[in-house]
């Protein structure tokens, strides 16, 4: 299974962008790249994924490097509401998600 | 939006007491998960299912069971709390097909004295 490598914690300006790294050098070829978060005392919340190339939806942009051994998840404009424990996790359709220690973000007002 | 309802936000225990955690789905998913969650431990599945009366044992099966009756509705069954039971149990579901999009509810947590 691929492994990540995330920083522990990371603070933002409220308003400004959020940019959470994750380094996963492992990953297989059929390996998506999935992000949740988990705000305090709530279950985790699904935010985006991709395979190659890079995603965009309402709530996050996901930036993934050609060789795949990289991925950045952007939150453009961020706010209080978005401090959260944010997970990079590879995934491949087997149902077996394994959540890591993850990137505690803080947004600062 | 994807709905998952757990029965109970927080809940109390004691030791050796039969214990049951329920979770709904309203999304018509065929893929239901239990979790618990524990401070440096990160999530671990305790059970999944991919049908009704369908399950598959996760990684820390031991000391619980789980049902499937109706595939909006999964059970966790907790034969005889221990206090190391005591966690965050989050409850997801996802559609047929591969995706590892989980669709988590909101977390019981059980604390058994």
């Known amino acids: 299974d691929a492994k990540t490598t995330q920083p522990p914690s990371m603070d933002c300006a409220e308003g400004r962008a959020a940019n959470l790294p994750c380094n996963h050098s492992?990953?297989?070829?059929?390996?998506?790249v999935y992000w949740y978060r988990q705000i305090h005392s709530q279950g985790p919340q699904y935010i985006i994924h991709g395979l190659k190339n890079n995603e965009t939806n309402e709530m996050a942009s996901l930036i993934i490097t050609e060789d795949r051994k990289s991925s950045t998840l952007i939150l453009p404009h961020a706010t209080l509401r978005d401090t959260a424990v944010y997970y990079c996790i590879p995934g491949a359709g087997s149902y077996q998600l394994t959540f890591g220690k993850g990137t505690k973000l803080s947004v600062i007002p | 939006d994807v709905k998952v309802t757990q029965s109970s936000r927080y809940l109390v225990k004691r030791t050796g007491e039969k214990v049951f955690l329920e979770c709904v789905q309203d999304m018509d998913h065929e893929n239901m998960f239990w979790y618990r969650q524990d401070p440096g431990l990160g999530l671990r599945l305790i059970y999944f299912s991919y049908d009704v009366k369908m399950k598959e044992k996760g990684d820390i099966p031991e000391g619980y069971s789980v049902s499937r009756e109706k595939k909006e509705r999964f059970s966790l069954i907790l034969e005889s709390a221990s206090t190391n039971q005591t966690s965050m149990y989050l409850c997801?579901?996802?559609?047929?097909?591969?995706?590892?999009?989980?669709?988590f509810g909101p977390g019981t947590r059980l604390t058994v004295l």
């Open positions: 997801a579901s996802t559609p047929r097909g591969g995706t590892d999009t989980q669709y």
């Open positions: 492992t990953i297989s070829g059929n390996e998506y």
